[in-house]
């Protein structure tokens, strides 16, 4: 028998932070590594709140292991809705999906919005479901730059610059990973005029809106009356809960337009019949909650964020744009180097995991999570600078 060929498309499918992973196993063979790669606070000392796994667990006992409704369930949907219209972000139940993590919303809209010949803008650096995604579906991406000067803001005439015929949404991540930028109210009305002008979607990629370091959240569907949003959130990151898979996505559509893109996002939901059903539980609870977790989470973020803005701006060749949200961080290279190259040697000599910048679209940087004790930090970033030092020489 011939060998099984697989499809052209899945060729182009790229995922860096976990692409990365197999080389780090390789490289655990025979050295210790320093896992900084994937943002996952569960592999640290971070942990789901108890009450949100009594929800689940208590689900779970009464026997709620069934398909449950494609859309989500009604508590769940309800507490969703609840939640962003006291954010600001207008919806009713029937306007949110509950998803299996922010990666399949990404999935579900883009495939249901695209066709071949057409493109949505994203951002560079950009997480990397969405260009894998688009890559599956063989579907434009059009890039606009972060600026990296003014704290990777969002630079709206290099955003309208890329825009096309053939242009239908702009996503923003906000905060953003992997660079940890927040973007301000005004930069956000700016926007949200601009896809007015051109007759754009937004979506916005809200998962890390309660990991603020500084500043304050805007929610862009918010002040956004005339211009459609759809919001991604779920459980993962604010709740510390990203094994469960719990996402969602909410529309929110105050002069109709989304009328037939909706019933495609419904399609398309339907034909996977429905999320996790017992993690739904948890929804509620941890939206209604007294997030008791989130203190002591952002004091340590806080501590380990300084720390590694500190360490990167003193090594000779780096240079870092301080994350104000989340947990990662996107240094610079300041020398000749392939970013790929850098990171891949970096594993290999010191055992330190990070991600290459062109993983997220922009080469000359890596990423780090700086989810670890102050000591594994620091451990890193030793074995970083000597790396750097030597490579220079």
Not at 134 to 158: P, T
Not at 341 to 348: C, H, Q, Y
Request: hydrophobic share 40%; glycine share 6%; proline share 4%.
């Amino acid at each position: 028998m011939n060998k099984i060929i697989p499809s052209e498309r899945s060729k182009n499918v790229k995922y860096a932070i976990r692409d990365i992973g197999i080389a780090a196993k390789k490289v655990e063979k025979t050295k210790k590594v320093i896992w900084l790669n994937v943002g996952d606070p569960n592999k640290f000392d971070f942990d789901t709140p108890l009450e949100l796994k009594n929800a689940v667990y208590d689900a779970m006992k009464k026997g709620h292991n069934y398909y449950c409704e494609s859309s989500g369930i009604k508590e769940a949907l309800e507490a969703i809705a609840k939640h962003n219209n006291k954010l600001g972000i207008e919806c009713t139940e029937d306007d949110v999906v509950i998803t299996l993590g922010v990666s399949e919303a990404v999935d579900i809209c883009v495939g249901a919005l695209l066709n071949r010949d057409e493109n949505m803008l994203i951002p560079a650096p950009s997480y990397p479901v969405y260009g894998s995604y688009m890559d599956l579906y063989e579907v434009g991406k059009n890039f606009y730059v972060l600026d990296e000067e003014n704290g990777w803001d969002l630079n709206i005439d290099e955003i309208e610059k890329k825009i096309n015929k053939k242009t239908k949404a702009i996503v923003i991540i906000n905060p953003n990973n992997p660079t940890g930028g927040l973007y301000d109210k005004k930069t956000l009305k700016d926007l949200v005029n601009l896809a007015g002008q051109h007759n754009l979607l937004i979506i916005s990629d809200e998962i890390y809106d309660e990991m603020l370091l500084e500043g304050e959240m805007h929610h862009i569907a918010a002040f956004s009356n005339e211009v459609p949003v759809i919001t991604y959130n779920g459980l993962s990151k604010n709740f510390l809960a990203p094994g469960w898979r719990v996402g969602w996505l909410a529309i929110t559509d105050r002069i109709d337009v989304l009328s037939e893109y909706r019933q495609a996002i419904l399609q398309l939901t339907r034909a996977r019949l429905c999320g996790v059903t017992p993690e739904q539980f948890a929804i509620k609870v941890a939206l209604e909650g007294n997030r008791l977790h989130q203190k002591e989470t952002i004091e340590k973020l806080r501590k380990r964020c300084e720390l590694s803005y500190k360490r990167i701006n003193e090594i000779e060749g780096l240079s870092l744009v301080k994350p104000k949200a989340a947990f990662y961080a996107f240094p610079r290279i300041n020398f000749p180097v392939d970013d790929k190259e850098f990171v891949i040697k970096l594993l290999e000599e010191t055992g330190v995991a990070t991600v290459y910048g062109s993983g997220f679209d922009m080469p000359g940087h890596f990423r780090f999570v700086f989810l670890p004790t102050e000591a594994i930090l620091n451990e890193a970033f030793d074995k970083i600078e000597s790396f750097v030092n030597k490579w220079k020489k």
